[in-house]
């Protein structure tokens, strides 16, 4: 912060105007006081006013006892509405009074000695002077924000109002990225740009002068930011899009003039501005009320395409909205490159893990491919966090390791939420077991088709009483039509064992997710993938707006209906599939029931053995449930074909 030196001109200046101040109250007070005049009895005339010493506690009269009394009063002074005065008895008073001519000059005829004071109170005075005071105090303080130049009022701003920026050179290198490598490769050119700048002058190549990093949350991007500048050693400046927003106009503007001048300083360097889009939105002619916005975006787009293009400087965004960012600031010139980061595969996964297991105490018995193979849509920080809450899972345990244990704890914890300790009636309890043992089941029947499954329980986890996980054997990147009817026929199965085994009368709420579920896996696959022959390779996409459902985007209503038509159907087929199988297992449905009411839960392993008996689990699934189960959605799906034609 910048000391004041006591000689300089402006305090001068200012210590001049509070003595001249305090001269101008003075001179008020004295020139008031001299100025109180009486109106004489004889003559009516103004003249000097006497105090009267009078040692009795004054009486209240009203306005019309002194009408009345007007000849007992010896003596009165007015001052504005208020009156004290003694009568000729020598009793004082006060009394509150129109103080007009009229009413003075009858006073005076009745042989009062009137005084009029006519000076202020010191509130009075402040009241008059203060606005005068602080409105040129601040003239005064825009003349000294002035005085520097046009900057000089921002300057002053700015300091009251710093931006927030992380300077330094970063730790961080690629070898401390893993899970995306086509990424990492993409940002190479970067990285020997900033080391050998004339190995690209060599051939009139310009690297990118912006790069623009998109993706989901926790995918990486201020990490692979970071690694960027410790790859290449060079300064690394970061700060957040929302800094530059404020109260005060034209603050956003300074901010980034003062931002990019700091990087020209220190070129090369990156420069680092992470939620992008709280500045970088759309510019609209219907945004009156964000002009300052827009002049900071302009601001923005003006010292990343400046004149100077060799600045050394670039710059890296990172947004989850790219859709939202204007257009200017996507252009060549800009931000060049957009490198869009998803969430890691299942390599990426398993790298990760990897990766973040080395800062924990990871048992041996722990295998981090199946793990990976668990964590399907994991961002890097979801993986990171589940490590860590694996760790103090085992931490509460009393483990000296990270266990197999905990760690399906943690990621249990993470998707379904907590263990919910809830006073269930054992009615319920033996519905929900049956619920799972028919997802169990179904899944098993379509073996070959669904991904295997990892575990079933009873154990209530946030809102879900019971919970069925698979274990995929990879990243799926597209589903068969016989993958889709399938995985409906294993959603819908909880609610068929309900129907099968209590009445139809007894069904419950609980399938409340494996039907929003479904219905949204058919609509997709009917609307949008073309798997519906009665619908056809059409895709009907439909708008919402604010969470209301609004007109089709590329489909009349007919064609809506249609769709609701084959949705319905689908989900019809699937349940009676799920009905039929059941059914025709019940007693090993039951069975499998009874063995999670016992143990609460049951491991995929323990599952086969309970339907399946002591053969093999792998000979069974390839012999006779998964060749049986992958024929029976081929037969419904010819069914549905020529219900169709």
């Known amino acids: 912060m910048k000391k004041v030196k006591i000689n300089d001109k402006s305090w001068l200046f200012l210590i001049l105007f ?18 109180n005049m009486v109106l004489n009895t004889e003559n009516t005339s103004l003249v000097d006013a006497a105090p009267v010493v009078v040692s009795d506690k004054p009486v209240v009269l009203s306005f019309s006892d002194v009408l009345r009394r007007a000849g007992d009063i010896k003596s009165v002074t007015v001052r504005g ?73 921002n300057r002053t701003l700015l300091a009251q109002n710093p931006t927030k920026v992380t300077t330094g050179k970063p730790k961080t290198t690629f070898a401390d990225v893993a899970g995306i490598d086509s990424e990492k490769q993409e940002l190479m050119e970067i990285v020997e740009f900033l080391k050998n700048k004339d190995k690209f002058r060599a051939l009139g190549a310009r690297v990118p002068r912006g790069v623009l990093l998109s993706g989901e949350p926790g995918t990486g991007k ?61 510019r609209s002619s219907h945004s009156l009320n964000d002009q300052d916005r827009e002049q900071t975006l302009n601001q923005l787009l003006i010292e990343m395409d400046g004149f100077a293009n060799e600045t050394g400087i670039i710059v890296i965004g990172a947004t989850n909205r790219p859709d939202m960012l204007d257009a200017a600031l996507l252009r060549p010139g800009r931000f060049d490159r957009q490198v869009q980061i998803e969430l890691p595969d299942l390599a990426g996964r398993d790298a990760i893990l990897q990766l973040h297991a080395k800062k924990f105490k990871i048992s041996g018995d722990v295998d981090m491919h199946n793990v990976a193979r668990g964590t399907t849509g994991f961002s890097g920080a979801d993986l990171e966090n589940l490590l860590n809450e694996g760790a103090l899972h085992a931490v509460r345990a009393g483990h000296k390791s990270v266990e197999q244990s905990d760690l399906d704890e943690a990621r249990d914890k993470i998707l ?6 809830r006073k269930m009636r054992p009615a319920d309890i033996k519905l929900a ?34 919970m069925v996980q698979h274990l995929p054997v990879d990243d799926k990147v597209s589903m068969t039509v016989a993958e889709v009817r399938a995985d409906l026929a294993v959603s819908l199965a909880g609610r068929a064992a309900e129907q099968i085994f209590f009445g139809a009368d007894k069904i419950t709420t609980g399938a409340e997710s494996d039907i929003d ?33 609004s007109q089709l985007e590329t489909a009349s209503e007919k064609t809506a209906e249609l769709v609701d038509t084959e949705v319905r159907s689908w989900l019809d087929v699937a349940y009676k599939d799920a009905v039929k199988i059941l059914t025709k297992n019940k007693k090993t449905v039951a069975r499998l029931a009874d063995e999670l009411l016992k143990r609460e839960t049951l491991t995929g392993d323990e599952i086969r053995e309970i339907i399946f008996g002591k053969k093999s689990a792998k000979s069974v699934e390839k012999t006779d449930t998964a060749t049986k189960g992958a024929k029976r959605v081929l037969r419904e799906h010819k069914k549905s074909k020529k219900s169709a034609d």
């Open 416 to 421: 379904m939420g907590p263990k919910k300790n």
């Open 433 to 466: 077991a049956h619920h799972e043992a028919g997802h169990a089941f179904v899944s098993m029947m379509y073996a070959d088709v669904t991904d295997p499954i990892l575990k079933a329980t009873i154990i209530p986890r946030g809102r879900a009483l019971g």
């Open 18 to 35: 509070v003595v001249l101040f305090a001269v101008l109250i003075v001179r008020t007070f004295v020139g008031e006081r001299a100025s």
């Open 517 to 549: 579920q479904a219905t949204r896996l058919a609509r997709y696959a009917i609307a949008t993938a073309g798997l519906s022959p009665k619908l056809g390779m059409v895709a009907v996409k439909q708008v919402t707006s604010f969470g209301t459902r």
């Open 222 to 282: 201020t990490l692979l930011a970071r690694a960027i500048a410790g790859e290449a050693n060079v300064p690394f400046f970061a700060t957040s899009g929302s800094d530059f927003s404020g109260i005060i106009v034209g603050l956003g503007v300074a901010k980034i003039k003062e931002m990019f001048e700091m990087a020209k300083r220190n070129a090369p360097c990156i420069l680092f501005i992470d939620e992008i889009d709280a500045i970088g939105q759309k």
């Open 81 to 153: 509405t208020d009156a004290t005065g003694v009568l000729k008895d020598g009793t004082k008073f006060t009394a509150t009074v129109n103080s007009d001519t009229e009413f003075l000059k009858n006073l005076s005829d009745k042989g009062a000695t009137v005084s009029i004071d006519a000076s202020r109170g010191v509130l009075d005075v402040l009241g008059i002077w203060l606005p005068i005071l602080f409105s040129l105090l601040f003239i005064f303080w825009l003349f000294r924000g002035l005085r520097g130049g046009a900057g000089g009022l």
